[in-house]
């Protein structure tokens, strides 16, 4: 599909994700940013490729969307604090991110999207998966919409990054911060997308605690099934990194996962985080 004189899209599966081209993402001009905005606004992830940006050229890349939301738990970059580091040494066994997620879904007002940049990659493996929310909840039967419709969950940063939380308990542990920040929110399970009105399944296994005013125990049942169709192919895409490739993902709408198969080699990733609004 083509979308403008010099800007390419093609989807990367049918129900999730989009891949442009003929853009450089260091040049945008405004015309160029218009599209790309209402392209990722629509797909809720979108990818390109060959982008030989540099650290200031992210930074700024970001800034187009909205203020940068600096990851309290990530260890930084040395020279740029706005710049999360995804990063795995080939000493070490447990990666970041590595179970469906979305971002910060934790914070009362949630990061609107994360941009993430390949810096060193292993020869294979590395990929990391999307789920698209919107595709999810239309999935879903008007029965279980219907019983959706209302109910609030508890998000909490807890049991992945406090003091006895997962990362601590790993070897990732020492380069982790914050953990006396951790906290919790409470958002609606359907949300309605704050740019597009349409609405999106906001709930994650990274983070999603239980139903608000449910027991843990009684919300695991409707969560499981959640997650299970959540996931189904057909709202799932892979994503081949390559040098020079770059993901950007609206959090309010997909979930995605870094798979964790290349233990032996360094993989080196760039992650910036856009400032959200709260959600309804
Ligand atoms: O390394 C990846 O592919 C994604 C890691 C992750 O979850 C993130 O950057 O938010
Ligand atoms: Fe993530």
Redesign the pocket.
């Known amino acids: 599909m083509t979308t403008s004189a010099t800007l390419e899209a093609k989807k990367v599966s049918a129900g999730c994700g989009l891949e442009i081209h003929g853009v450089d993402i260091a040049r945008l001009s405004n015309s160029e940013m218009e599209d790309i905005r209402r392209l990722y606004f629509e797909h809720g992830v979108i990818f390109f490729r060959d982008q030989d940006i540099t650290p200031e050229e992210h930074i700024a890349f970001a800034q187009r969307w909205g203020e940068i939301d600096i990851n309290k738990f990530?260890p930084a970059n040395g020279k740029y604090p706005e710049i999360?580091e995804?990063r795995k040494e080939k000493e070490q066994k447990t990666?970041?991110?590595?179970g469906w997620?979305t971002?910060h879904s934790y914070d009362q007002v949630p990061a609107m999207g994360?941009i993430?940049v390949a810096r060193e990659l292993p020869t294979d493996g590395?990929?990391?998966l999307f789920a698209n929310m919107y595709a999810a909840y239309e999935g879903l039967s008007d029965g279980m919409k219907k019983t959706l419709e209302g109910l609030r969950a508890v998000h909490s940063n807890e049991m992945a990054f406090g003091a006895a939380g997962f990362y601590k308990n790993t070897d990732q542990g020492a380069g982790f911060k914050g953990e006396d920040l951790v906290g919790s929110a409470v958002h609606p399970v359907v949300l309605a997308h704050p740019e597009t009105g349409r609405k999106a399944l906001y709930v994650n296994p990274g983070f999603t605690m239980h139903f608000e005013g449910w027991t843990a125990e009684e919300s695991e049942g409707l969560l499981a099934y959640l997650y299970r169709h959540a996931t189904r192919p057909e709202y799932t895409c892979r994503f081949e990194?390559r040098p020079g490739s770059i993901?950007f993902w609206d959090n309010r709408c997909t979930w995605?996962?870094?798979?964790n198969d290349y233990h032996g080699q360094k993989?080196l990733?760039h992650?910036i985080?856009i400032g959200g609004s709260a959600l309804n």
Do not use: C, K, P
């Open positions: 990530f999360a995804v990666n970041i991110g590595g997620h971002d994360s993430l590395g990929d990391t990194w993901a995605h996962y870094a798979v993989r990733m992650r985080t």
